[in-house]
């Protein structure tokens, strides 16, 4: 037992990056920016950061591309399901590193997940706020705001079964810009997996010393969600955790 509880504070160490940390320190080209942990998630160490798409919002839209900077899981989740794998008799090298990655650590699920990005279109440029306002008009103009929730929610339905977007690769099916509010533009995603399953994702597009960051704090939906009329409930609570983890990061790097 002594042995099993040692493999699992081994092995949090190297799927868990630190959390005692306040902060991440990260570079974008040679402008340093630290990226703050919010309440309740710890850092993934890069190793174990679970497959997710790239998405960078530009004045053409969105474009599959980007510099991921961190990953942020819920700690009680992670540690618990470590905890449940040691109970079952893993030894050394079940719980090893080399054994379990980003591939199997995408697998479970962590609940919602936090994922810093940099733009990169925008990379070697500055962006002040004012030009940050100016890319989420430009976004909201060809957004999905006009089809209405109803629409784009019936056609998720028919594209999981019909299997249109099981293809090889994620898919966007929608976006709608929800609103500017400094110091972020903040913009619901809906998308679905290469495996079927449906993620919805509000992203805090912020502007962290002339660099284009953003947050985007997902969570997977069942079906079962949508038929029960939680969606809304979802996003709120999306949104409202965006909020906080994008007036945290410009706090952090005043």
């Not at 940099?118 to 060809?142: F, H, I, Y």
């Not at 660099?211 to 809304?232: F, Q, R, Y």
């Amino acid at each position: 037992m002594k042995r099993s509880l040692l493999c699992v504070a081994f092995f949090a160490g190297a799927v868990l990056a630190r959390d005692d940390a306040a902060a991440i320190e990260i570079a974008i080209g040679d402008t340093k920016i630290e990226l703050v942990a919010p309440t309740g998630y710890c850092p993934l160490d890069k190793s174990s950061w679970p497959e997710s798409q790239l998405i960078d919002f530009t004045s053409d839209g969105i474009k599959r591309q980007g510099e991921r900077l961190a990953y942020f899981a819920d700690c009680e989740r992670v540690r618990s399901w470590l905890e449940r794998g040691s109970s079952k008799g893993l030894g050394d090298k079940d719980l090893g590193a080399k054994d379990l990655g980003a591939k199997d650590l995408g697998a479970k699920d962590l609940g919602e997940i936090v994922d810093y990005q940099a733009s990169l279109q925008l990379r070697d440029q500055n962006v002040t706020s004012a030009r940050l306002e100016e890319l989420c008009t430009t976004l909201r103009k060809g957004d999905d705001s006009s089809k209405g929730w109803f629409d784009m929610f019936l056609t998720a339905m028919k594209s999981i079964v019909m299997g249109k977007y099981g293809g090889a690769e994620d898919s966007t099916l929608t976006y709608i810009v929800l609103r500017y509010e400094a110091p972020a533009c903040y913009i619901f995603g809906l998308s679905l997996m290469k495996n079927r399953e449906q993620v919805y994702t509000v992203s805090a597009l912020t502007t962290i010393k002339s660099k284009l960051v953003t947050v985007h704090v997902s969570k997977k939906i069942g079906n079962m969600d949508l038929l029960k009329g939680n969606a809304e409930d979802v996003i709120k609570h999306l949104l409202a955790t965006s909020q906080d983890a994008a007036t945290a990061l410009v706090d952090a790097n005043q």
